[in-house]
């Protein structure tokens, strides 16, 4: 089979309800988003997928678009179909808040998405939430259409309330793959819907391996405003307090600045919190808010620059901050949730705390900042693990054949020469 018929085409859903409602709120317009925007895990996945002949087509809802529109993604060179939000979405979210338990079913119900994946006929379909309403919808619809469906998980958007909970028992146990970024959460998936090892899989989301920023801090902490012979905290996420912890750091960071008067906080991310922190840190010495950074290098560039990174976080599937501080060779502080602790040695990469422990933040990040030798030997130790474990070389590969598998299983088995005569 030569390269071009071997080309899988995979309709990726994204698990947004509407575009405007996640990316309007992070500052992201459609113009951006689709010119520069190269800053999530599915942009992650197109680049790493296309070059094992693998290409996603993103579906996005959009209120802004009244029939079906094609654009491209510049960055990654992927396909982005956008759909008009449905109406049943529209009216029912906006004049019965409690209906939005099932918010993304409702988002999903829609007649275009189906003749749409009827009319294109990918080989697969690809949902981002598999704890989700849209991933129940979109299963229906592989039913109805012959297309094998794999799921997988970033934290979930609407838990299966009464009335649906044997749809999404359902949908779980005929779909192809689910693939669980976490332990945790694949032990979880397994007990409660009782499927197998073989349905049911752990699979950490693969990391970019970028080379490690070196000789930048200086040009990093002019660009900041800050001292060269200081140092800096940084925290990377939304603004979420009850998800990402942030206010509890700025608390921990208001002990620690007066012990150490070299000793910078910085916050780079947006999100519906970013107001309050903001009120937060007004008393607080040397606390810098970056706002969204878009670019990924200057991302990398920050965190190869700082002492140490912290991930104070309620909850978190498998978050891309600690496994990006950890390939910049930076130690970690992080709560001891989700995938954090799959990512995490504690004690040999950073440390594990209690999540929702302030007085735990503030003293694992000061044994850190008073022994930086030990602070070096453990982002030494992380790069090394994430190069071993969860590097793109390593999982990848088995990504795309876990894909090709799905494909190959299902009753319409492989379509490689009609995937090779539509690329």
């Not at 982005?80 to 993304?104: E, G, K, M, Q, S």
């Amino acid at each position: 089979m030569d390269e071009a018929s071997s080309i899988l085409r995979v309709a990726l859903i994204i698990s947004a309800p509407v575009f405007e409602e996640f990316f309007h709120r992070v500052g992201v317009t459609r113009s951006t988003y689709l010119a520069s925007y190269d800053n999530d895990w599915i942009c992650y996945y197109s680049h790493l997928l296309k070059r094992e002949g693998i290409h996603l087509v993103w579906y996005l809802f959009s209120r802004d678009v009244k029939r079906l529109e094609v654009e491209v993604h510049r960055p990654t060179g992927s396909e982005v179909r956008f759909l008009p939000a449905p109406r049943l979405y529209n009216w029912w979210t906006v004049r019965l808040p409690f209906i939005r338990c099932f918010a993304l079913h409702l988002a999903t119900c829609s007649l275009a998405l189906f003749r749409d994946l009827r009319e294109q006929r990918p080989d697969l379909l690809y949902v981002q939430d598999y704890e989700s309403g849209r991933f129940d919808m979109v299963s229906l619809m592989g039913a109805a259409l012959g297309i094998p469906v794999v799921g997988q998980y970033h934290g979930g958007h609407s838990p299966a309330h009464w009335p649906l909970r044997w749809l999404r028992h359902r949908t779980l146990r005929r779909a192809a793959y689910l693939l669980s970024p976490n332990t945790e959460e694949h032990a979880r998936l397994k007990s409660v819907h009782g499927l197998s090892e073989e349905r049911a899989l752990w699979f950490p989301n693969p990391v970019p391996v970028f080379p490690m920023p070196a000789g930048q801090s200086a040009a990093v902490r002019e660009s900041l405003g800050i001292p060269q012979t200081h140092r800096y905290v940084m925290f990377l996420g939304r603004l979420v307090n009850h998800h990402k912890g942030v206010d509890l750091l700025v608390s921990a960071f208001r002990a620690l600045a007066a012990r150490f008067p070299d000793l910078h906080l910085l916050i780079v991310g947006s999100g519906p919190d970013e107001k309050l922190l903001h009120e937060q840190a007004r008393s607080v010495p040397r606390v810098h808010f970056l706002g969204w950074v878009s670019s990924r290098q200057r991302v990398q560039e920050l965190l190869g620059a700082s002492e140490v990174v912290a991930c104070p976080s309620h909850e978190d599937a498998f978050p891309y901050t600690v496994a990006e501080a950890m390939t910049a060779g930076r130690p970690l502080v992080a709560s001891a949730v989700g995938g954090i602790c799959d990512l995490v040695a504690d004690g040999q990469t950073g440390y594990l705390i209690p999540p929702g422990d302030p007085g735990a933040l503030e003293r694992a990040l000061e044994r850190i900042l008073r022994d930086p030798d030990r602070a070096e030997a453990m982002g030494r130790a992380g790069r090394a693990r994430i190069q071993q474990e969860f590097a793109e070389t390593v999982l990848v590969p088995r990504l795309a054949g876990m894909l090709r598998a799905a494909v190959s299983r299902s009753p319409r088995g492989p379509a490689g020469a009609v995937a090779g005569a539509r690329a």
